[in-house]
């Protein structure tokens, strides 16, 4: 049974040295705002080996993302920012952790919690959510 895992990227203290000093505020921004991405893998009994590859694929998937950013395209801007123009664990290491976040259930399983809370429940102020929302807890 295929499961969702959950990783939260955060740039190093490397990362928050050097890049605003290499880039332009709005593309150092980039590279340092913390993300959280998911990954379909192997459910329950997930051999360790597997979890290994799942990081590591999640790693260099990132960077090749970053890497579609104008100002990392060409190799030698990749080599001035992050050390390197290699899509490897190694520079991503450098410049951001990783970290799997665990995520027992899905936002949908706390329903019955919000439903108990109904009348703490405060409304706010925009038209349209809090109509949705009253709707949401009267199903």
């Known amino acids: 049974m295929r ?13 928050l ?35 290994k590859y799942l990081t590591t694929l999640v790693k260099l998937l990132y960077l090749a993302r970053l890497r579609e950013y104008i100002f990392l395209t060409a190799s030698e801007d990749a080599v001035r920012i992050l050390g390197s123009d290699a899509i490897s664990t190694k520079v991503f290491d450098r410049w951001w952790t990783l970290s799997e976040m665990q995520w027992d259930e899905p936002s949908e399983h706390w329903e019955s919690y ?3 809370f109904t009348e703490k429940i405060q409304l706010t102020g925009d038209p349209e959510v809090d109509e949705l929302l009253q709707a949401h807890l009267r199903r």
């Open 3 to 15: 499961q969702i895992y959950y990783f939260n990227i955060e740039a190093t203290n490397a990362a």
């Open 17 to 51: 040295d050097a890049f605003p000093k290499l880039l332009d505020k709005g593309d150092a921004e980039l590279l340092l705002e913390p993300v959280l991405t998911s990954r379909y893998g192997g459910g329950v009994g997930f051999p360790l080996c597997r979890s």
């Open 114 to 116: 919000l439903r108990a």
